[in-house]
């Protein structure tokens, strides 16, 4: 199991930008394959990007393309979330989350670790 903690979450207008960070520990990180998912209030958690083990694919959910970057380093046990253009329909929870499945992962239901979550707030 990995022990995953998001930061870097806060209050941001709108057309702004902001990162967000989950950092991991237990198991070697360069093994997990990584996602942020987002979940606004009264809405089912929504896939957002995820990141294979070696940074070599990324993925993103239709509503970010263009917007947000994913990435990591596996020397820090952290992946970041770069957040561009905030809109306030990014406002959401955001979550972390692992897996040492390899592939293409976009569903919540393929990773078996989260974090706690991170609160963004985009304001208009």
């Known amino acids: 199991q990995v022990h995953l903690v998001e930061s870097g979450g806060g209050l941001v207008q709108a057309g702004g930008s902001l990162r967000v960070s989950c950092t991991a520990s237990?198991?070697?990180?360069?093994?997990?394959?990584m996602g942020w998912f987002r979940q606004a209030t009264g809405k089912e958690r929504e896939f957002v990007a995820s990141?294979?083990?070696?940074?070599?694919?990324?993925y993103y959910g239709e509503s970010v393309k263009g917007r947000f970057t994913i990435s990591r380093d596996n020397a820090k046990n952290t992946v970041y979330l770069q957040m561009n253009s905030l809109k306030p329909e990014d406002t959401a929870v955001y979550y972390c989350?692992?897996?040492?499945?390899?592939?293409?992962?976009?569903?919540?239901?393929?990773?078996?670790?989260w974090g706690q979550g991170t609160q963004v707030t985009v304001s208009s």
């Open positions: 990141i294979s083990r070696l940074a070599g694919g990324t």
């Open positions: 237990g198991r070697a990180f360069s093994s997990y394959t």
């Open positions: 989350a692992a897996d040492l499945a390899i592939g293409v992962r976009i569903r919540p239901a393929d990773f078996g670790s």
